[in-house]
């Protein structure tokens, strides 16, 4: 059974930093990534990589936050400096299946920016 579970979200306050991870199991996986949503917005991208470890960031977060894997593991970890009040979002994993290319989605996780 596939799942992906989020952890690492929570309260900080502006300029400050969180790392969120995503434990993958169940299946090997190509590309994966976090999106996030925030109240009344669409679902956006945040940032992606493959296996063969290519990135791709929202321009909005470039410079700021930094996404990894451990492919050893299936993990994949976002860490995010300097934060700001509009970076407030339900924050999702995201991960797709190598074979079928099927896309997966963790449960999300509550990252509020404020002071």
């Known amino acids: 059974q596939v799942h992906l579970v989020e952890s690492g979200g929570g309260l900080v306050q502006p300029g400050g930093s969180l790392k969120l991870s995503c434990a993958a199991r169940?299946?090997?996986?190509?590309?994966m990534g976090w999106y996030r949503q925030a109240p009344g917005k669409q679902r956006e991208l945040v940032a992606t990589?493959?296996?063969?470890?290519?990135?791709n960031y929202a321009d909005s977060v470039k410079g700021r936050f930094t996404i990894s894997r451990d492919n050893t593991e299936n993990t994949v970890y976002l860490q995010m400096n300097s934060l700001k009040p509009e970076d407030t979002a339900i924050y999702y994993c995201?991960?797709?299946?190598?074979?079928?290319?099927?896309?997966?989605w963790g449960q999300g996780t509550q990252v509020t920016v404020s002071s």
């Open positions: 169940g299946t090997i996986f190509s590309t």
């Open positions: 990589i493959t296996s063969g470890l290519s990135t």
């Open positions: 995201n991960a797709a299946q190598i074979v079928t290319g099927r896309g997966y």
